[in-house]
């Protein structure tokens, strides 16, 4: 089981608006098919698709089905985090508790976190690792 953050899904279903990323997703997902987020996932994937709605790229019935297909994904794999839990992680970092919340599912689940967040990647090294690093970086 892999942690996701919410970008790596962005990565991989905004398929028909690739990115630099989507495929590195796509092979993540090939390596290892049971990815895990904190139920915070869904509100911060809705707004990456209201800002596609907004910026026209996307329709209201294309968001919608992305959504449906990132909640499938993920059915059975979203957890509540202990709050003690981000908050300690926030009093140890720089990071916000939005982030931190997949940091501590990582731990709880005592597994890895895929992400491309710059800062997430540097405070938490041993829990945090880069999408962009490939197969062999975790």
């Known amino acids: 089981m892999t942690v996701v953050d919410t970008n790596v899904l962005a990565y991989l279903y905004l398929l028909y608006l690739p990115g630099i990323y989507t495929q590195a997703a796509e092979s993540l997902l090939a390596r290892d098919p ?4 904190p139920v915070l996932w869904r509100s911060e994937f809705r707004n990456i698709l209201a800002g596609y709605m ?3 790229a ?3 019935e294309q968001a919608y089905q992305v ?8 059915a059975g794999s979203e957890f509540e985090v202990d709050s003690m839990a981000v908050l300690e992680l926030v009093r140890s970092s720089d990071c ?3 982030d931190c919340e997949f940091i501590a599912l990582a731990l709880q689940l005592k597994t890895k976190l895929v992400t ?7 405070a938490f090294p041993e829990q945090a690792v880069s999408l962009a690093a490939g197969p062999g970086s975790r």
Do not use: G, N, P, V
Not at 116 to 122: E, R, V
């Open 34 to 37: 049971q990815w895990a987020a």
């Open 54 to 56: 907004r910026r026209k």
């Open 58 to 60: 996307l329709t209201f």
């Open 67 to 74: 959504q449906r297909e990132a909640e499938s994904l993920l």
């Open 96 to 98: 916000t508790a939005y």
């Open 116 to 122: 491309m967040d710059a800062k997430l990647l540097q």
